[in-house]
């Protein structure tokens, strides 16, 4: 972001918009493109694997917001940073929202549960824990819906949206990945080779 701004590269410099646009501007397009990732990552073949990982956890609580392979990590930074680039945004910017990525996702990932009627109206604008933990359940319909981070907007507008009858699934994890496999960080790193069972 800072080598794109001292080469007036991108998007939103080019328009010329006023600061706080940029910022309104960026940080949607930033969720967007996190939407968009999380829907790769559960679409393309080759990067299942490498995301499986964080679902792989049969407990889900803040702790599952950090479960990511480094291989994960390493692509997730590389697109941030090409869509850093592509919308020419200020650091401070960029900073701002991994702040908000990172405290959504431990919000969304702990086991809380709001009242449901608060629940049922802060998810028209926001992803609520209980909107998040359909997407962790072990059937593949509900692991292909709310891939959403901060707001459940484009998983409306894309059509990924689910409102599970039961809010809470019967099991967490990946059918046939048993996360309490001992084995520690190298167990971790071969995760992504392995078949999937």
């Not at 292909?144 to 809470?168: I, K, M, P, T």
Request: charged share 15%.
């Amino acid at each position: 972001a800072a080598w794109a701004q001292a080469h007036g590269i991108g998007l939103l410099p080019a328009l010329g918009l006023p600061s706080w646009a940029v910022w309104a501007v960026g940080l949607a397009a930033f969720d967007l493109a996190i939407y968009l990732q999380h829907r790769a990552l559960h679409a393309v073949a080759w990067l299942w694997p490498l995301h499986r990982m964080h679902h792989s956890d049969v407990t889900l609580d803040a702790t599952s917001a950090l479960r990511f392979h480094p291989l994960e990590m390493l692509l997730s930074l590389a697109w941030k940073a090409a869509v850093a680039v592509a919308l020419g945004v200020p650091p401070a910017l960029v900073l701002a929202f991994e702040a908000l990525l990172s405290s959504f996702a431990l919000m969304t990932h702990a086991n809380l549960a709001l009242p449901p009627r608060l629940d049922r109206a802060l998810r028209w604008v926001f992803v609520t824990p209980a909107m998040h933990r359909v997407h962790h359940g072990t059937a593949p319909d509900e692991q292909c819906s709310n891939y959403g981070f901060h707001v459940s907007v484009w998983d409306r507008l894309f059509g990924s949206y689910v409102e599970a009858a039961h809010e809470q699934p019967q099991r967490f994890g990946v059918i046939g990945i048993d996360a309490q496999r001992a084995g520690g960080f190298l167990s971790l790193l071969r995760e992504p080779f392995r078949r999937e069972r």
